[in-house]
T-cell receptor, first 111, second 114 residues
Framework: SQQGEEDPQALSIQEGENATMNCSYK?????LQWYRQNSGRGLVHLIL?????REKHSGRLRVTLDTSKKSSSLLITASRAADTASYFC???????????FGTGTQLKVEL | EPEVTQTPSHQVTQMGQEVILRCVPI?????FYWYRQILGQKVEFLVS????????KSEIFDDQFSVERPDGSNFTLKIRSTKLEDSAMYFC????????????FGSGTQLSVL
């Protein structure tokens, strides 16, 4: 499998519910980031968590990182219709500048 | 808020033609990137650029591709002889520092090769 794979591929929830997306990766990382992409638009950075951190919060976002399992999760609490977008994890492994993006989770929040 | 701008938003070209995609990164940023996304698929790294030279490139970034920072503000991606499989959304990104810090993306150029 590839560095950075999200699951589920697609998620549909009702407004007000929580949405959880997962990301798994293969190699050791320096940091892991989550980005959001509205349909046909560029990616917007949401949150960065470093390899020595286990949990991070930003507003309604909560990110966890488990380096022993090589996995991360993004939780969006009290979702809104405006949260409808694709969410990508991206990993930085060091020794360069590139971020490697995962396959993305398409989130749909219905009214 | 400063943003990365890309032009054009859409580009249609014939197979074999050269295209230049343009980007204006955020003014005090030092690291520049091109990524591409084929419809519905993952975002793929093409190249990173720092201090007027390529710092890293992917297998996709073959001899048909080149990047340039012709002046203090623009950052361009040139595809010399386009192929059908080059059809994708191309994103420019920049960051003030390297080392895997967050990237600021433009809205993309949708390239269609006919």
């Amino acid at each position: 499998s590839q560095q950075g794979e999200e699951d589920p591929q697609a998620l549909s929830i009702q407004e007000g519910e929580n949405a959880t997306m997962n990301c798994s990766y293969k190699t050791s990382i320096n940091n892991l980031q989550w980005y959001r992409q509205n349909s046909g638009r560029g990616l917007v950075h949401l949150i960065l968590i470093r390899s020595n951190e286990r949990e991070k919060h930003s507003g309604r976002l909560r990110v966890t990182l488990d380096t022993s399992k090589k996995s991360s999760s993004l939780l969006i609490t009290a979702s809104r219709a405006a949260d409808t977008a694709s969410y990508f994890c991206a990993t930085f492994t060091g020794g360069g500048n590139k971020l490697t993006f995962g396959t993305g989770t398409q989130l749909k929040v219905e009214l | 808020e400063p943003e990365v701008t890309q032009t054009p938003s859409h580009q249609v070209t014939q197979m074999g033609q050269e295209v230049i995609l343009r980007c204006v990164p955020i003014s005090n940023h030092l690291y520049f990137y091109w990524y591409r996304q084929i419809l519905g698929q993952k975002v793929e790294f093409l190249v990173s650029f720092y201090n007027n030279e390529i710092s890293e490139k992917s297998e996709i970034f073959d001899d048909q591709f080149s990047v340039e920072r012709p002046d203090g503000s623009n950052f361009t991606l040139k595809i010399r002889s386009t192929k059908l499989e080059d059809s994708a959304m191309y994103f420019c990104a920049s960051s003030p520092t390297g080392g895997g810090e967050k990237l600021f993306f433009g809205s993309g150029t949708q390239l269609s090769v006919l």
